[in-house]
């Protein structure tokens, strides 16, 4: 069987061993902390995956959709910068994700807002730097 790629966060684990547990399957959407949950959004920009995007967003922020990668764009690396737990049911992650499209280069720098309810983590919305 062949090994699972790495997953696209940057974790150092496999895809299988880190976000894919929350894209899919029994722990599916239960990611234990808000910065497992960024990681896993982040894998799921990478992978398409806007389903899984939206049902993390919290629904006071959410969109009412999300457009797929544009053709060519390719994601080049996540840098968790640090995290903070506010208290038991909010914190913050800031991360740096880069990407290039069209060989222009871009890189995001976020700091963003996360709450837990009904025991779910949800993205609210960020600062970008």
Known sequence: MPASPPCP????????ACCQRWHEGPRRL???????????????FVLDRLDY???TWHP???PSGLEPNPPGLK???LDVRG?????????????VARSRLQGRASRLHET??????????FYVDGDIA
């Open 30 to 44: 239960l990611a234990p902390d808000a910065a497992s949950l960024m990681r896993s959004r982040y894998s799921a």
């Open 9 to 16: 966060c940057a974790s150092g684990h496999s895809y299988a």
């Open 53 to 55: 995007l939206l049902e």
């Open 60 to 62: 006071d922020t959410r």
């Open 83 to 95: 995290h903070a737990q506010q208290d038991a049911d909010h914190a913050t992650v800031e991360f």
């Open 112 to 121: 963003s807002r996360f709450v837990r309810q009904d025991g779910r983590w």
């Open 75 to 77: 994601w080049l690396g």
